[in-house]
């Protein structure tokens, strides 16, 4: 059964700095990995999906990358700034299964 | 925004009363999920449909029923609600002209479920 673990839960960081945010997985047979934002009281917005056959994917100041081998996906947050400010949540989908399993966030506080 | 909306936005009701929250979508993705989020849980599938008529069950379906007789509508049913399934509801589509469960998956705005 695939697992999925984000850490730190939470995360403070000021305004300019570049940060990394992780995704950890249990099943190596993972086929992608999407990166959502979830403001306060709002849906899930999709930033990232990341295929197993895929390294990295970039848009914007968000760079995503998936390691198979190590069981971890990162998100690269450039030049981060207040409006950045949000929870962010990794799912994975495994092979042979059309359901994502998510992690529980970790939210991002950008302080001015 | 991938032109999904979720009925009611807020709904507050009685323990043993049933309740159906509804998602329609007007983008004809082919896949249509339920989650429920709490505090300490994350995000948890209750059902998902990768069909008109065709439904499976994720994580948590106990207590859940759900229908899906057009491609724009999946409903979620909670045929006696219980104050366990206090929670914030959100209906997930994904698989655009026909493509997979795989496929990048769009959210709703939420329905906010409270049981008393």
């Known amino acids: 059964k695939q697992e999925v673990t984000q850490i730190p839960a939470a995360l403070s960081v000021p305004e300019g700095e570049n940060l990394v945010l992780n995704c950890s997985f249990t099943d190596s047979a993972i086929y992608n990995l999407q990166w959502f934002r979830q403001d306060p009281g709002k849906g899930l917005t999709s930033l990232l999906l990341i295929q197993s056959s895929q390294r990295e994917q970039t848009s914007g100041r968000l760079n995503a990358s998936l390691d198979k081998s190590s069981g971890r996906s990162t998100l690269y947050i450039a030049a981060s700034q207040p409006g950045d400010s949000a929870t962010y949540l990794c799912?994975?989908?495994?092979?042979?299964?059309?359901?994502?399993?998510f992690g529980k966030g970790t939210k991002l506080t950008v302080n001015p | 925004d991938a032109g999904i909306t979720q009925s009611p936005r807020h709904k507050v009701t009685e323990t043993g009363t049933p309740v159906t929250l509804r998602c329609h979508q007007t983008?004809?993705?082919?896949?249509m999920y339920w989650y429920r989020q709490d505090p300490g849980h994350g995000l948890r599938l209750i059902h998902y449909s990768y069909g008109v008529k065709d439904t499976d069950k994720g994580e948590v379906s106990d207590g859940y029923s759900v229908s899906r007789s057009k491609t724009e509508d999946f409903l979620l049913t909670l045929e006696s609600a219980t104050s366990s399934q206090t929670s914030v509801y959100f209906c997930?589509?994904?698989?655009?002209?026909?493509?997979?469960?795989?496929?990048?998956?769009?959210f709703g705005p939420g329905t906010r479920l409270t049981v008393l």
């Open positions: 799912g994975g989908v495994t092979g042979g299964s059309e359901k994502l399993v």
């Open positions: 997930a589509i994904s698989g655009l002209a026909g493509g997979g469960g795989t496929d990048t998956q769009y």
């Open positions: 983008e004809n993705h082919r896949y």
